[in-house]
């Protein structure tokens, strides 16, 4: 008896329109995690000029993000128009931000856009690659910066010694060079049996750069919400916030809920910093969640509304 061929592009249409309502329910789960009171309490904190800071670093952060997906696009070779790009980067990355498992969660949203405008499976599956390295790039670049720069402040947080920050400093800095050193001397890396293609240095600079800046931002937004309420400035809000996102990281926790929180007050103790936390979490999570949220479903809706009204068009015209 032979198996029946799934169609799986005849499902993908359904399977966006699941995500999304999914990702809307998550902001209902996100949201019970907090009584009302606490994030009205930690909104009502905020001075009105640093909801729109956060807000304002919180847009351009996710505008570099698009920057990952325009590199990873030259990478795999395809060219796309920018707004196409940009759509498919802010709708995958402010859902999978939120939904966690952002490579698989974000990944899923990315396959749909760019396969609908002719990618290969193999060559989203390079995009998603090249957004990954250019995510741990940026980490990397954010935490050499605030290890060296500001050592004495990383010791007293981190409960180290000022000689150990700076060799975790300067084993970030290394990381970074000889990456973009491989990328400068060699076209790609074997890996066991898998041949993995390296961008060129130009590319690999321009991802690093792209990283690097989307996390300079990200902090800003974090700092914004975090500095009214607790006296920090912007390179301790630094090293803070990527000691707190490495562990949502390894947690897999969706949107490191729960995580950053439990990380930045025991790295800030007898302090308010869960207020500003939990602002930040409205500023960058939630609101671009809820936008990215509806985009996907007005797309995926526009899309299955003009498959079902062409048919008809033809079928008139002739």
């Not at 399977?15 to 809307?24: P, R």
């Not at 590199?71 to 999978?96: D, E, H």
């Not at 974090?222 to 390179?235: A, K, R």
């Not at 007050?265 to 671009?288: C, E, K, M, Q, W």
Request: net charge positive; with cysteine.
């Amino acid at each position: 008896m032979r198996a029946r061929r799934i169609d799986l592009a005849r499902w993908l249409p359904y399977a966006s329109l699941l995500l999304a309502a999914a990702a809307l329910a998550w902001v209902a789960h996100v949201l019970a995690a907090y009584s009302p009171g606490d994030i009205l309490r930690g909104l009502e904190q905020l001075p009105a000029r640093s909801v729109a800071l956060a807000l304002g670093f919180s847009a351009a952060a996710y505008g570099a993000l698009t920057l990952f997906d325009y590199f990873g696009l030259r990478y795999c070779g395809r060219t796309l128009p920018y707004g196409r790009v940009a759509l498919a980067s802010f709708t995958a990355l402010s859902i999978g931000h939120t939904v966690g498992l952002a490579p698989f969660s974000s990944g899923a949203v990315r396959y749909r856009y760019y396969t609908r405008w002719g990618l290969r499976r193999g060559e989203v599956g390079l995009v998603i690659l090249f957004c990954a390295v250019t995510v741990a790039l940026g980490e990397t670049a954010v935490s050499a910066a605030a290890l060296l720069l500001r050592p004495q402040t990383a010791a007293d947080i981190l409960k180290l010694g000022r000689t150990s920050v700076l060799a975790l400093g300067i084993g970030c800095l290394l990381l970074i060079v000889g990456f973009l050193a491989l990328c400068a001397a060699r076209r790609s890396l074997k890996i066991g049996r898998w041949r993995l293609k390296l961008p060129s240095w130009q590319l690999a600079l321009g991802a690093l750069s792209a990283g690097l800046l989307n996390y300079s931002l990200v902090i800003g937004a974090f700092w914004s919400c975090l500095s009214p309420t607790v006296p920090i400035d912007y390179p301790t809000a630094s090293i803070a916030f990527v000691l707190a996102n490495l562990a949502a990281l390894v947690s897999a926790v969706p949107g490191g809920l729960g995580v950053i929180e439990a990380v930045i007050v025991s790295l800030l103790p007898n302090s308010d910093a869960a207020v500003g936390v939990i602002a930040f979490r409205v500023t960058y999570f939630l609101v671009p969640f809820l936008l990215g949220a509806c985009l996907l479903a007005a797309t995926e809706l526009r899309l299955r509304m003009l498959r079902h009204f062409t048919p008809r068009m033809d079928s008139q015209a002739s």
